[in-house]
């Protein structure tokens, strides 16, 4: 496991945003990114990038978009 950065850092901000943007790839491959929810989503995350709020809303939107993206796969 790695340890990511120390929250409130321009390391820790990076980290996220490259977590978002992993995010962002798969909500193309399944169809999904121009959703306005979608999109306001990652408006939202990326402005919180590197602070606490980030890691409460980042583990909701990301099983959000598992839960899609499995029920797209068993169909």
């Known amino acids: 496991m790695i ?3 120390q929250l409130n850092t321009a390391d820790r ?3 996220d945003l490259n977590d978002l943007r992993i995010y962002y790839m798969i909500c193309e491959e399944i169809g999904i990114s121009e959703k306005e929810d979608i999109q306001k ?3 939202h995350l990326m402005r919180w ?3 606490y709020k980030f890691l ?3 583990a ?3 099983n959000y978009i ?3 993206k499995k029920d797209k ?3």
Do not use: L, Q, T, Y
Request: a neutral charge.
């Open 3 to 5: 340890i990511p950065p």
């Open 13 to 15: 901000k990076n980290h």
């Open 41 to 43: 989503s990652f408006f």
């Open 49 to 51: 990038a590197g602070n």
């Open 56 to 58: 409460e809303e980042f």
């Open 60 to 62: 909701i939107f990301k």
């Open 66 to 68: 598992d839960r899609i």
């Open 73 to 75: 796969e068993h169909k």
